[in-house]
């Protein structure tokens, strides 16, 4: 299921997504007004309030000022990327992370850990290709969302990279009321891609499938 926009709505989330990518972080209530020469900082809310609630982006209670908008986190999370302009962001999930360099037609080095037990995962990615990684075992975590949560909170938190797949099985046994999906680091990328590659070529106001990555 895509999220249709209106051409307003649809402006404003490429705005914050290039500003994101440009910045490392989301644009303020008055870049928004100026980009789209609104009359008020109130009209700029007004917009957010509408892209969050039709799941385009995602604004945590407790911080009314910033916002997430998939696949960037406005907050530190494990998952940085940084881009070869030479921009660091966070991504909100694995996946999402992967998805970055696609979106944004660059390369970009992601660094993370296993959820596990912290070692360090590195990838790299130049031209679209995979062309370092480590470890070399290195797989992702998958949980599907279904179309009546909020990926934000119920389904990014938990995608998330392991240094081999018997670190994610032993995370598991621990953690039986998240079933987590095995993918590949490739099967991973190759997902990032189909989610985020498209976005922000997109000219007919639809932000990325958020059910079931």
Sequence with gaps: MKIVLSDQLAEVHKFILETFATTGHSPSLEAIKARLSLKSEAAAEELLVNLAARGAIHRASSNATGLHAYPFSDEPTRHGVALASGTKVFAM???????????????????????????PVTVVVK??????????????????????????????????????????????????DQPLTELTLA????????????????????????CCK
């Design 127 to 176: 031209n679209g290709l995979l062309v370092k990684h480590s470890p070399r075992t290195v797989v992702v975590g998958n949980v599907p969302l279904d179309c009546c949560s909020t990926p934000a909170t119920d389904q990014c938190p938990h995608i998330n990279f392991f240094c081999k797949p018997a670190h994610l099985r032993e995370w598991q046994q621990s953690h039986t």
């Design 93 to 119: 999930c694995a996946v999402d992370a992967l998805g970055i360099p696609f979106m944004l037609h660059t390369d970009a080095t992601i660094d993370s850990s296993c959820l596990l037990c912290d070692v």
């Design 187 to 210: 099967e991973a990328l190759a997902r990032g891609q189909q989610i985020f590659g498209p976005m922000l070529s997109r000219d007919n106001g639809q932000s990325p499938d958020q």
